[in-house]
C-alpha cells in the first residue's frame, strides 16, 4: 500500500509535465521537435560556475511542525552536456512528535552536490550525494546519503525561426535518495524537483519546487538489542517533505 502511494504520488506530478509535452507534440510533431531542440542548444548559459541563493518555505513532515522557513545557496554549471551542482541549506524546522518532548527548539543544516549527463534529446541522469544534520534542545543525528536520478528540460517556442524565443519552459528531475549511513531510521525515497524556468535557459530568477516521499522505521533505540531492533525496523511509515521557494542565479 505505501509503495502504491509513492507511485500515485509521482504519476500525479510528472503527469502534468508529460501531458503538456503530448498536447503540442500532436499539434506539430516537427516543428515542435525543431524548435525544441534549437531552444536547448542556444539558450545555455555561460560554462563557468555561476552562484545562486534561494529561500521560502518547507512543508514538513516526518514529526516536525508544519512549517519552516528555509534558505540556502551554492554554484551551479550548466552546459550542453554537462550539469552539476553544490549547495548549502538551513532550516528552523523542530520536532513536535518525536517521542522526547517537550524539543522545543530544532534546525536542519544540509550538503548537496550532483552530476549529470544530458543527452542532446534533453534528457539527463547522473549521481549525487547528500549530508544532513537535524540539531535539537535533546539532541542531534546526521547521515551522508548517495543519489541517483534523472529529468528532462522541456522548452516551448511559437514558431521554429532561427531567432524565436522560447515563450516557456521548465525542468523535471527526480532522485532516488539512498539511506546512507542513516542507521537509526533507514529514510529513503524519490526526490522530485521543478524549476520554472528552466536552469538550462538564461536568465536570474526561477521558481523552485521540491517533493520528497519518503519510508522510514522507527528510530533504532539499541542496537544491541537485537529483537527490539527487528521489532523497531519493522514498523514502517511513510512521510513527505516539500519545499517552495524562489531562487536568484547570479
Not at 531542440?37 to 539558450?43: K, N, P, Y
Not at 517533493?211 to 527487528?230: C, D, K, M, Q, W
Not at 511509515?237 to 516539500?242: E, I, Q
Request: proline letters at 6%; charged letters at 15%.
Amino acid at each position: 500500500m505505501k509503495h502504491c502511494v509513492v507511485a500515485l504520488a509521482l504519476v500525479a506530478l510528472l503527469g502534468g509535465p508529460a501531458l503538456f509535452a503530448q498536447e503540442y507534440l500532436a499539434h506539430d510533431t516537427v516543428v515542435h521537435n525543431t524548435a525544441a531542440q534549437e531552444a536547448i542548444a542556444d539558450s545555455f548559459p555561460s560554462p563557468w560556475p555561476h552562484p545562486f541563493a534561494y529561500a521560502g518555505a518547507g512543508l514538513m513532515g516526518g514529526g516536525y511542525a508544519p512549517l519552516a522557513w528555509d534558505g540556502g545557496g551554492g554554484l551551479m554549471i550548466d552546459t550542453r552536456h554537462f550539469l552539476a551542482s553544490a549547495e548549502g541549506s538551513y532550516d528552523n524546522g523542530h520536532k513536535i512528535d518525536d517521542n522526547d518532548q517537550p524539543n522545543p527548539k530544532g534546525h536542519d543544516r544540509g550538503l548537496a552536490a550532483s552530476a549529470y549527463y544530458r543527452l542532446s534529446s534533453g534528457w539527463f541522469g547522473g549521481v549525487g550525494v547528500r549530508w544532513s544534520q537535524l540539531s535539537t534542545t535533546n539532541y542531534s543525528k546526521s547521515q551522508w546519503r548517495p543519489t541517483f536520478g534523472g529529468g528532462k528540460d522541456y522548452f516551448h517556442k511559437k514558431c521554429a525561426a532561427e531567432n524565436c524565443v522560447s515563450d516557456f519552459s521548465m525542468r523535471v528531475k527526480v532522485d532516488y535518495v539512498l539511506p546512507g549511513t542513516d542507521h537509526f531510521n533507514g529514510v529513503q525515497g524519490p526526490l522530485l524537483s521543478i524549476y520554472m524556468p528552466s536552469p538550462a535557459a538564461k536568465g536570474h530568477l526561477f521558481f523552485r519546487e521540491t517533493l520528497g516521499i519518503y519510508e522510514f522505521h522507527e528510530t533504532v533505540t539499541a542496537p544491541s538489542n537485537l529483537i527490539l531492533t527487528r521489532q523497531q525496523m519493522g514498523d514502517r511509515s511513510v512521510t513527505s517533505f516539500g519545499e517552495l521557494t524562489v531562487m536568484y542565479r547570479f
